[in-house]
């Protein structure tokens, strides 16, 4: 009996993580505004100079992907891999090329339900 219940709270726990993280794009919106809350700018830089910006800003980083700005995102976001462990996601501006922020990917909501259900597994 204790057995079957243990394996029925494993399964729900999995499940309902797995659900919510369905959502993890619209979950990022809500945990981080700042850089989905924005009004669209014109874009006036290329990938390569929000490139340069983040490795100017992140030395001992190694960029792994740019992505446009798009309607979740104004901005240009690079996921870059730290030299010393874990990753950041590096946000620039289209318009000036500048650095506006940057955020933990596995903090906040998401991070932490991505860390539970992946741990769970």
């Known amino acids: ?44 830089t ?3 100079q929000a490139l340069s910006a983040v490795r100017e800003s992140w030395p001992d980083g190694r960029p792994l992907s740019v992505t446009w700005p798009n309607e979740e995102s104004p901005y240009w976001m690079s996921y870059v891999l730290l030299s010393k462990g874990g990753a950041r ?13 940057d955020r933990d990917p596995s903090g906040g909501v998401n991070g932490w339900l991505l860390k539970l259900h992946t741990n769970l597994l």
Request: no cysteine; proline share 8%.
């Open 1 to 44: 009996m204790v057995a079957g219940l243990t394996l029925a709270a494993y399964a729900v726990v999995i499940g309902v993580t797995g659900s919510v993280l369905v959502f993890r794009d619209q979950i990022k919106a809500w945990d981080y505004p700042e850089f989905h809350s924005v009004p669209a700018v014109p874009i006036s």
């Open 46 to 48: 290329t990938p390569d």
């Open 89 to 101: 996601e590096v946000f620039t501006d289209p318009s000036t090329g500048r650095i506006v922020g």
